[in-house]
């Protein structure tokens, strides 16, 4: 009897699907007080996170791994934890409060969030990261997956190793970079842009603010600035084995041989600093 | 100087003699984490892994933490990835020998009750690991937390759950 | 009676609930015949788990790791310690005609990135080294250095845990890096009036360390 108080008074959920576990479902619904946080922990398998209105965190996981869950308050934690001999791919779906924190994990395997408004700490090892929203920080990254990161406001950070980075409507400072493959941004509002890959292209599309600071480097690979028509800026472009192209027509300030050369637009408040090693600089003008 | 910080900075250079002197102060310790975290059959392994690592790393050590702190966080270094490529290997080999389900070790008897240590190998995974770090080797929950890469919140609540398991086999 | 407030026990026993649940809990253990019974079980096993002794292992392992200690890196060890702690060192990994020319200049990028733009935790921990000791650039030569063979172990570490092909994809890439940073060097030597060259060459090795700090990071919390 003493027993039996006690599993019922306690807060630790274990689920284990039964022997016969080809492909056992988890369907669980936690409640969670306000400023949740919910962290995922996968090692093989995709994660999809959407939201709702309501204060608790469905979990519904699909394959063989036991699903350990953690709750205490408003942090709620998911496990899954592999059993020898039943496969290997265990995804999960979460719906969880809007505003929640978010860590996510998995080593193989697809992260997608969509529409949260919270923290976000989401990496795979070797699978696409794709995230819409996020709010304050904001970190997303894969090494062998490309990321998408859009909708997201605060300090962002953004990388991969072997593939491309794409922002998109993402407002504050910005960390975008990876080794092989493009970093694109567009409509991003930032004033701090740190942006890099090396074997890869690097394109911007966003205001650019008078007290902004915005870097752009590559190696391999070409840069891609749209200038936005009332820019006030002055761009230290460098190339060493590419070209100068520009869709309007570009004053050149100062202009040494094999150094780097300056454009100014307007009062020239803003700084942006291109580079690439042996791609080509694109200047072009929106028409903003 | 201490005898044990001098013998640090002799082994940092290069003197296996005096990392000896080290190994036989500190390996009571490291063996203990290594049985609690991993079990006694790869105990003596680890230990050996450890005071491995730790030599090829001693010039890292920068001596702003005593030398036991340090070598304490490479050996828990050393355990929980050790633990974590046990898992993955159980994963990816999907080992046919291992039994299906955990069996929850029950004492055969409660008049002798089961050893504590024994008791711990039974614990899952991350319970196992927060128990032993936290009510042994007295890590705090946010350094668990940063350890472990979990929330602190969960950090408690696996603790709380090693503890009541560890209960039912020590007290049932 | 109240719900049991057994999942608070274990908070309670270390002391971290707040005043107005340690009063809850309390008033329940006053009444609750089973919740004092699972209190004292529980600081039992406390008790215990802090009484554990350690003890030698019951076999000589010190013979195993003597026969392993020359896997100590390939540098000889002495040096490596004291070139850690002394500015008295020499400069790996750098091709001379590109080591001089970095003295020069790559200073000044150097501190620029890492201290006013980047911030601190952005760079090499450059600041942390009394600039009186030695030159910025040297130090900073020097931390790279030490980041590169740092991560290079880590990774060696990871390997056994991580899909080979990852470690295959990190290590292309990290080259990729690297012949990024030849390309440089070469151009520099061709071509040593090319000032901004330095900074491309600060750039690609900055790179190379924030992808090491990266992949490390992501690795370190995946897996």
Same mark, same amino acid.
């Not at chain 1, 093989?44 to 350990?68: F, N």
């Not at chain 1, 460098?238 to 300056?262: C, I, L, Q, R, S």
């Not at chain 2, 940063?146 to 919140?153: K, M, P, Q, R």
């Not at chain 3, 310690?81 to 790559?106: D, K």
């Given at each position: ?6 599993a019922?008074?306690?807060a630790l ?15 669980? /619904? ?25 204060s ?28 020898p ?8 779906t ?6 929640a ?15 949260t ?5 989401a990496?795979?090892v ?10 304050n ?5 894969s ?9 997201a ?13 794409? /922002?998109?409507?993402?407002i ?12 694109t ?13 090396v074997n890869?292209a ?7 603010h ?7 480097e ?13 820019a006030?800026a ?11 192209e520009?869709?309007f ?6 202009a ?33 | ?10 082994a ?12 036989h ?17 790869e105990a ?17 050590f ?10 304490h966080r490479?050996a ?6 050790y ?19 955990r ?14 240590e ?8 991350k ?18 937390a940063d ?5 602190v ?20 | 009676? @109240?719900e ?17 649940e ?14 004092q ?17 350690d ?11 003597e ?7 390939e ?29 020069? @200049?790559v200073?000044?990028?150097w ?10 935790d952005?760079g ?22 030490t980041?590169v ?18 470690v ?5 890439n990290l ?5 990024a ?21 600060? @750039? ?12 490390t990071?992501i ?5």
């Amino acid at each position: 009897m003493r027993y039996l108080t006690i599993a019922i008074g306690c807060a630790l959920i274990i689920l284990s699907p039964a022997t016969a576990r080809p492909q056992a479902a988890v369907d669980t /619904l936690l409640s969670v007080g306000a400023n949740a946080t919910v962290e995922v922990d996968n090692m093989v398998g995709d994660i999809t996170i959407s939201t709702w209105d309501r204060s608790a965190v469905r979990v519904q996981a699909t394959g063989p791994a036991d699903v350990h869950f953690d709750r205490e308050e408003s942090e709620v934690s998911v496990e899954a934890e592999m059993v020898p001999g039943h496969g290997r791919e265990t995804d999960f779906t979460l719906t969880i409060p809007k505003d929640a924190d978010i860590h996510v994990h998995t080593v193989e395997g697809r992260i997608s969030i969509e529409g949260t408004t919270g923290r976000i700490d989401a990496h795979s090892v070797k699978g696409l990261v794709r995230v819409n929203g996020g709010r304050n920080a904001v970190e997303v990254g894969s090494v062998e997956g490309g990321v998408e990161l859009s909708g997201a406001r605060g300090r962002i950070e953004a990388h991969s190793v072997n593939e491309f980075v794409a /922002l998109t409507d993402v407002i504050g400072d910005i960390e975008a970079t990876t080794v092989n493959g493009p970093v694109t941004l567009e409509r991003c509002d930032t004033r701090s842009l740190e942006a890099s890959s090396v074997n890869g292209a690097i394109v911007f599309q966003g205001p650019i603010h008078s007290d902004g600071w915005y870097s752009m480097e590559t190696h391999n690979g070409t840069i891609e600035l749209t200038i936005p028509q009332d820019a006030s800026a002055t761009i230290s472009a460098f190339t060493y084995n590419g070209d100068f192209e520009a869709d309007f027509p570009v004053t050149v300030t100062e202009a040494e041989p094999g150094k780097t050369t300056t454009f100014r637009f307007g009062s020239g408040d803003a700084r942006i600093e291109l580079e690439t090693f042996n791609g080509s600089i694109v200047l072009k003008r929106s028409n903003q | 100087m201490t005898g044990s910080t001098k013998d640090v900075w002799l082994a940092a250079d290069g003197d296996a003699r005096a990392f000896e002197r080290l190994y036989h102060d500190h390996v009571p310790r490291v063996h203990g984490l290594a049985r609690r975290m991993v079990g006694p059959e790869e105990a003596d392994e680890l230990t050996q892994d450890v005071f491995v690592l730790a030599w090829k790393k001693l010039d890292t050590f920068r001596g702003d933490a005593a030398f036991s702190t340090w070598l304490h966080r490479v050996a828990v270094n050393v355990m929980l990835g050790y633990r974590k490529t046990k898992s993955r290997e159980r994963e990816r080999y999907a080992a046919t020998d291992e039994p299906v389900e955990r069996v929850q070790v029950r004492p055969a008897s409660t008049e002798i009750g089961v050893d504590m240590e024994t008791a711990i190998e039974t614990l899952p995974g991350k319970a196992r690991e927060v128990f032993v770090l936290h009510d042994i080797e007295g890590y705090k929950h946010d350094e668990i937390a940063d350890l472990l890469h979990i929330a602190v919140g969960t950090s408690k609540s696996q603790l709380h759950r090693a503890r009541m398991l560890l209960r039912e086999q020590l007290t049932a | 009676m @109240s719900e049991h407030p057994t999942e608070r026990l274990s908070a309670y026993i270390d002391g971290e609930l707040t005043a107005d649940e340690r009063t809850s809990v309390e008033q329940h253990l006053e009444t609750c015949a089973d919740c004092q019974g699972v209190l004292a079980d529980l600081r039992g096993i406390v008790v215990r788990a802090r009484s554990l002794e350690d003890r030698p292992p019951e076999s000589d392992l010190w013979t195993g790791i003597e026969a392993r200690l020359d896997e100590r890196p390939e540098v000889v060890p002495l040096e490596t310690h004291r070139a850690r702690r002394r500015p008295s060192f020499t400069m790996p990994q750098m091709a001379a005609a590109a080591v001089a020319l970095i003295v020069l @200049s790559v200073s000044a990028t150097w501190w620029a990135r890492s201290g006013a733009e980047r911030g601190t935790d952005g760079g090499p921990p450059v600041a942390a080294v009394p600039p009186d000791t030695a030159t910025p650039t040297q130090l900073a030569s020097l931390d790279y250095d030490t980041a590169v063979a740092d991560f290079e172990e880590l990774l060696t570490m990871y390997s056994d845990r991580l899909d080979p092909q990852t470690v295959a994809t990190v290590e292309a890439n990290l080259m990729v890096i690297d012949e990024a940073i030849d390309e440089i060097v070469e151009a520099l030597e061709a071509d040593p009036e090319r000032s901004q060259l330095y900074d491309s060459l600060t @750039s690609a090795r900055q790179r190379k360390l924030d992808v090491m700090r990266q992949t490390t990071s992501i690795i370190r919390t995946s897996i």
